[in-house]
């Protein structure tokens, strides 16, 4: 049974640092495509990056590469992010799906989501 579970975040001040983490189990991980998402307060959830299991990142906006930065270790997959603002107060998810090695993004074919972990940002 595919797991994903998130650690890392927390309630932080402007211009902190938070490194967050997700931990997969269960599958055959070379051949996922794993993924940071997040949810902001009264917003859809939006995709931030994207890890294929060679560790091929693709940001899905070039503005988020300032301050995010994303790795994968196999199965798990870090979300580094910097200089902390309000606006990036929101729970962040981690997303799995089985695509081979690569990312084609997430319309179709069965995602798997972890709990999330909340992120919060005072000034």
């Known amino acids: 049974q595919v797991r994903l579970v998130e650690s890392g975040g927390g309630s932080v001040q402007a211009g902190e640092s938070l490194r967050l983490s997700c931990e997969a189990s269960?599958?055959?991980?070379?051949?996922?495509?794993m993924g940071w998402f997040r949810q902001l307060p009264g917003k859809e959830r939006e995709e931030v990056a994207a890890?294929?299991?060679?560790?091929?990142i693709t940001f899905a906006a070039d503005d988020m590469k300032q301050r995010f930065a994303v790795s994968r270790d196999r199965a798990k997959l870090y979300l580094q992010i910097s200089n902390l603002e309000p606006g990036d107060s929101a729970m962040y998810y981690c997303?799995?799906?089985?695509?081979?090695?690569?990312?084609?993004?997430?319309?179709?074919?069965?995602?798997?989501w972890g709990q999330g972990t909340q992120v919060t940002v005072s000034s």
């Open positions: 269960g599958g055959t991980w070379h051949m996922y495509c």
């Open positions: 890890a294929t299991g060679g560790g091929r």
């Open positions: 997303a799995a799906r089985y695509t081979g090695n690569n990312c084609p993004g997430w319309t179709d074919g069965i995602i798997y």
